[in-house]
């Protein structure tokens, strides 16, 4: 039994305080928030448990801190529960400076304890699905992964409306796309990005468009807006033997050259990744083996990395390399040319 702390009361603390409170090997000893009523709310749903607006207060009782404040609020909160030996959950991303985000890194390597940010990608299909046929060899080499994702809503009246605070939705909606992409492509070798602010009551930018070359050779590219005015999604990955596409409806389509034809994906069936994150078992065909998947939450995951000490599939430092693509991106708009990563 792992017990935890919720720090930062917002949506998405309360989603995972939910989700953490069905988990069997989990208790929530203790929530923090800076607004009282927050705080209350949750302790009383929760059953009681102890709230408080200090989060110094719920080190003592916990083993492990789940912080889903603002980026921009995080710093302390992080270096502290490293320093007091606590195993470390963010939402993402990590932090909204570089600075911030080495000086958590390092604190929480030098205490020993795991760090895991809330890049939920990674655990959903289909983007799971394209990325264990990718690594696995069915698609052949990458020629390009892609992702367009249209949110439309207006985030003028809060935090998330200002650059300084938020990064806009380059950082604190497109950083998913990014972290995703990374992971298809590997490291990026060349960004070149344009970004825009649409309305006069924004100040951050809500539309992002950027290329990705791999140093491993293929691209990748995501567009992101929170100005589009209507809503879509679609995600993709081409190889040199097939492809993967999935449109606003959901469904997957697939295409291997070797079958010459296109097929609708049982999605469910189709995933064979065990919870270390290897690519399931194939037949003797190469084709990947129907087998009932192991659908691992990411909140699962976190506490399975504590109890077997395992490193996370979003480990800090990978949230610190999407922050730096991030650069990168807003560093192309401001020159109007293509920047090179290290």
Partial sequence: MVKVAMIGLGGMGNYHADALSKLPNVRIVGVCDLIEEKARKLSEKLGGVPWTLDYHDLLDSCEAVWVCTEPFNRLDIVTTAAQEGKHIFTEKPIARSLKDADKM????????????????LRFWNPYKYMHDSLVGGELGDLVNCY???????????????WHEKSGGATLDFASHDVNWLHWMGGDVATVFAKTYTVRATMHADEHVQAMFLFKNGGMGTHDDSWSSWVGESAIGVIGTKGGIAVDRSGQVRKFLAAEGKETIVDIEAAIAIDPSGNVGKKDSS??????TPKNETIQEHFFRCIEEDL??????????????????????????????LK
Avoid: F
Avoid at 105 to 112: L, P, W
Avoid at 147 to 161: A, E, F, I, K, L
Avoid at 286 to 291: A, E, L, N, R, S
């Fill in 311 to 340: 490193e996370p599939i979003t480990p800090a430092a990978d949230g610190r390399k999407t922050l730096e693509i991030i650069y990168a991106i807003w560093k192309s708009t401001e020159t109007g040319k293509a920047v090179n």
């Fill in 286 to 291: 190469g084709k990947i083996q129907k087998v």
């Fill in 147 to 161: 992702t367009r994702r249209y949110m439309p809503v207006d985030m003028s009246q809060c935090w998330y409306g």
């Fill in 105 to 120: 890194i390092h604190a929480a390597r030098k205490a020993g304890v795991k760090y895991m940010l809330g890049y939920c």
